[in-house]
């Protein structure tokens, strides 16, 4: 069965820091691997997207890293501002017919001034 | 703004009541989805419409009736809903179904209430 793992579930730190979000992945065949942002009352929005060739890629302060042979993906954030608090989703595309989605539980981010 | 558009925000509605929801796309997108988001959980996908044909439902009850009349709208019916349905219900869509490393463009959701 394809499942996306998140964790930690929920994380606070302070304004400033630096933070590591991880997801797991037991999906197969696999083809890409998305992170998106969801604010409080809003919908989710892609951050960066990797292919299985890719090992790593930036967005600003946001750094997504992918390891295809042990299955996992990271999300770093430097410098965390307090409009980096929200919902950070994995998401990774099986290559099969359809390419459908499974989507991870998330890790829910506050960060505090 | 994404360029998905939800309306209603928000709805409270009793359980013998029927009511739509609305997505509309402005990005020429071809593709559209239905997702459920629950407190704590995964999102689901619940329809998948590519150019106008619903390819994908994923066991989703009947009261629950999707309906998309052209690309770039997507309606989503309810009636006789459960208080287990009450949840954040996202739009999404995409330039094509199927399609490789197309990233899924979300609306900000409906949250319904169901009493």
């Known amino acids: 069965k394809n499942q996306v793992e998140q964790s930690p579930q929920s994380l606070i730190i302070l304004e400033g820091k630096n933070c590591t979000l991880q997801?797991?992945?037991?999906?197969?065949?696999?083809?890409?691997l998305r992170w998106y942002k969801q604010d409080t009352g809003r919908g989710p929005v892609s951050l960066t997207i990797?292919?299985?060739?890719?090992n790593t890629k930036s967005n600003g302060r946001y750094t997504a890293t992918l390891d295809a042979d042990t299955k996992q993906s990271s999300l770093h954030i430097t410098a965390s501002q307090l409009s980096d608090s929200a919902s950070y989703i994995c998401?990774?595309?099986?290559?099969?017919?359809?390419?459908?989605?499974?989507f991870g539980g998330g890790t829910r981010l506050m960060v505090k001034p | 703004e994404t360029g998905v558009t939800q309306t209603p925000r928000h709805l409270v509605m009793g359980m013998t009541n029927k009511k739509s929801l609305k997505c509309e796309q402005h990005?020429?997108?071809?593709?559209m989805y239905w997702y459920k988001q629950s407190a704590k959980k995964p999102l689901e996908l619940m329809f998948v419409?590519?150019?106008?044909?619903?390819?994908e439902n994923n066991s989703v009850p009947s009261r629950f009736s999707p309906e998309c009349p052209n690309s770039s709208h997507l309606f989503l019916h309810l009636h006789t809903l459960q208080p287990e349905d009450s949840a954040l219900y996202l739009c999404?869509?995409?330039?094509?179904?199927?399609?490789?490393?197309?990233?899924?463009?979300f609306g900000d959701g409906t949250r319904l209430s169901i009493l």
């Open positions: 990797m292919t299985f060739s890719e």
């Open positions: 999404a869509s995409s330039q094509e179904w199927g399609v490789l490393n197309q990233p899924q463009h």
């Open positions: 419409y590519n150019f106008k044909e619903q390819t």
């Open positions: 990005l020429g997108h071809n593709a």
């Open positions: 997801c797991n992945y037991t999906v197969s065949p696999f083809s890409n």
């Open positions: 998401v990774v595309t099986s290559n099969n017919a359809g390419n459908m989605l499974t």
